[in-house]
Structures are given as C-alpha cells and as structure tokens.
Nanobody, 117 residues
Framework: QVHLEESGGGLVQAGGSLNLSCAAS????????MNWFRRAPGKERELVAS????????YYTASVKGRFTISRDNAKKTVSLQMNNLKTEDTAVYYC??????????WGQGTLVTVSS
C-alpha cells in the first residue's frame, strides 16, 4: 500500500551534514508512524529515529539525539532525516520504514551514508 524510496546518502567528512529524504507513494501515508533505521557494517539494525503519524512526537536513539532531526510532511508524503555533526560511527545503510505501533510493514531500499575522518 505504501512504497518508500530513500535518497540523500553519500560520502561526507566527519562534522558534516546530510539530509536523507524518503518519498512515499500510496494513499495511506498519513496513517503510519515513520521510522529511520540503520545497519552499520558488522552490527545489527537499529532504530535511529521515529515520528508519529501526525508529527506530534518523535524518538531518537541516544547516540544521535541533538544531532539528527526527523520530520514529515504528510501533504507531500515525505519524511526526512537531517543529520548534523556526523561521526564515523554513523556510517551505515539507512532505511526508512512505515508501520503502525511497534511494527514496520513497509521498507525502502536503503541509502548508504559513509562518514570519513
């Protein structure tokens, strides 16, 4: 019902910034909580940030809090992750996902973020 496509990844030096965008197609985008996950080399997937269906509440994992900002525009059917002061530890493939409650039903293909020192 929802197709997600990420963009905005790339190579950036530590301390730099990137903005990831996830474009959704489908008619029920506003029903879903939107999440950004990442999977770093050799590590398990982790939830980076999440925003409620109406944008009223957000969650950030401790390691990115204060540096990353998640936002959504239900009219445009997009969700963004603004990443500032990037660290080498942020290197990962980033995925956006849509779900209800604690589940993620729809997933994007991922976009690679590489932070160099």
């Amino acid at each position: 019902q929802v197709h997600l496509e990420e963009s905005g990844g790339g190579l950036v030096q530590a301390g730099g910034s990137l903005n990831l965008s996830c474009a959704a197609s489908g008619r029920t985008f506003s029903n879903y909580r939107m999440n950004w996950f990442r999977r770093a080399p050799g590590k398990e997937r982790e939830l980076v940030a999440s925003v409620s269906f109406n944008g009223g509440s957000s969650y950030y994992t401790a390691s990115v809090k204060g540096r990353f900002t998640i936002s959504r525009d239900n009219a445009k059917k997009t969700v963004s992750l603004q990443m500032n002061n990037l660290k080498t530890e942020d290197t990962a493939v980033y995925y956006c996902a849509a779900g209800v409650g604690d589940t993620s039903e729809y997933w994007g293909q991922g976009t690679l973020v590489t932070v160099s020192s």
